[in-house]
């Protein structure tokens, strides 16, 4: 009996464990955003607003924000300072975005 609640309480601590340290990494919101920013540039592009070395710059601008967030999940805990600093550049980005897509350029049509 002894053996089973060792084991018990084992798992229990592992799972526990496990929990608190995905749960110090997770960043579904910014996750989410960075999904609707992408299929802002990609509707940007197939409606002819974004040129294509307008949205090769924002597709880099986002590649860089993935890359910060990596960088933050990397020793095992997002903090709040990191992910401040990422919706900081998220807002940036989102910004970008809107100004390219309204700035007045539009992308050569074939004829």
Do not use: C, W
């Amino acid at each position: 009996m002894k053996k089973n609640l060792f084991s018990v309480l084992t798992a229990f601590a592992l799972l526990s464990a496990f929990n608190s340290a995905s749960a110090q990494t997770a960043t579904p919101g910014i996750t989410a955003r960075q999904h609707n920013e992408q299929a802002r540039i990609r509707q940007g592009v197939r409606s002819g607003e974004l040129t294509p070395a307008e949205a090769a710059r924002l597709r880099g601008r986002e590649a860089d924000i993935r890359q910060d967030k990596r960088a933050a999940k990397a020793d095992g805990v997002v903090t709040r300072d990191e992910r401040h600093e990422i919706r900081k550049d998220e807002n940036q980005a989102s910004r970008a975005i809107y100004r390219q897509k309204h700035d007045g350029q539009e992308r050569r049509r074939a004829r």
